[in-house]
DNA sequence: AATAAAAAAGATGTTTTAGTCTTGTTTTTT
DNA sequence: AAAAAACAAGACTAAAACATCTTTTTTATT
């Protein structure tokens, strides 16, 4: 569905949006240990979303990225878009050139409405929407014993 | 969402069931010719799908694939397995080691929902249902001017 | 029997995605 | 000013996905 760089991607701004602010900054390599990812791949991700204006950075001592109040508004969308590109969830699922509901493959009706509500989702919900509800629910963002109430 | 080859397989699949039967069979040069998809790579999947048993093959002159009636009742799914395993579709939309309710991600109540949705379709529905609801209702399957109805 | 037409099988090549490594730049601390 | 701690940038490598090419096997036609 996503590639394992939007994944790791949309969970570190998830992680950002819960443990950093303007004046509490986290390493990448604290995050990619956290997030049970690879290190300088995910260094890479974010530089990226930074240069979109996704998260925040300083460098130097002490430095590292955070989540400004700003940066939180944004959504899981604007990240898919930072780091792969929108288009791929125009595609068509059987993969002819246009999905529409005038020219629809037999499985469009399946898939079609669906993945316009995740995406409406994805569109809508702001990061910090998500990191409320995780600190309300308590749900998962890391692969290890590492859980987001233990902090 | 699904890799290339699964699509390529997929429309191929509903595509002899449309178009041909014990009688009937189809080269895999004109189906790549038909469906717009690399001929030599479609040939593999198609070798795979037979050995499956999803599709049937002839081999030597007037020879090609087709679709046995028995072969009809398979279903999208069964194709999805045979070419690139079922793992993909329990996995995390965030690449979380394991999807489940107990556990859930930040996005799982967003996406599981459909998925599993999406996924009974494509379990239940034969494909002899898809292909009586594309002669009925006009779907597309091919990328170019190639219609369903003008054979 | 010879030929030709097709699929089957396996080796090989290309492209994209994933991931690493090295060097440079900025900034804080001393 | 020097050193150290971080991010930034770019070159590089590895693996997977995508695709092709070549040879073999089967079978209908002549
Ligand atoms: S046309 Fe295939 S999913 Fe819409
Ligand atoms: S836990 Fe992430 S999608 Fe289910």
């Known amino acids: 569905m996503l590639s394992s760089a939007n994944k790791y991607a949309i969970r570190s701004v998830l992680f950002l949006a819960l443990y950093t602010n303007e004046s509490k900054k986290i390493g990448?390599?604290?995050?990619?240990?956290?997030?049970?990812?690879?290190?300088?791949?995910?260094?890479?991700?974010l530089q990226q979303l930074t240069r979109d204006k996704l998260i925040s950075s300083t460098k130097g001592p002490n430095g590292g990225f955070f989540l400004s109040?700003?940066?939180?508004?944004?959504?899981?969308?604007?990240?898919?878009?930072?780091?792969?590109?929108?288009?791929?969830f125009d595609q068509c699922f059987l993969g002819l050139s246009k999905c529409s509901d005038?020219?629809?493959?037999?499985?469009?009706?399946?898939?079609?409405?669906?993945?316009?509500?995740?995406?409406?989702?994805?569109?809508?919900?702001?990061i910090s929407h998500f990191a409320d509800e995780v600190k309300r629910t308590g749900k998962i963002l890391s692969l290890k014993e590492f859980n987001v109430f233990n902090d």
Do not use: M, R
């Not at 990448?28 to 991700?45: N, R, T, V, Y």
């Not at 316009?116 to 809508?124: A, C, G, N, P, R």
């Open 102 to 126: 005038e020219k629809p493959c037999p499985v469009h009706y399946i898939v079609s409405g669906f993945k316009e509500k995740i995406l409406k989702e994805f569109k809508d919900k702001t």
């Open 69 to 88: 109040k700003k940066n939180k508004e944004n959504t899981i969308w604007d990240i898919i878009k930072s780091i792969e590109g929108a288009k791929k």
């Open 28 to 45: 990448a390599k604290e995050i990619a240990d956290k997030l049970e990812s690879p290190q300088p791949f995910l260094a890479k991700l």
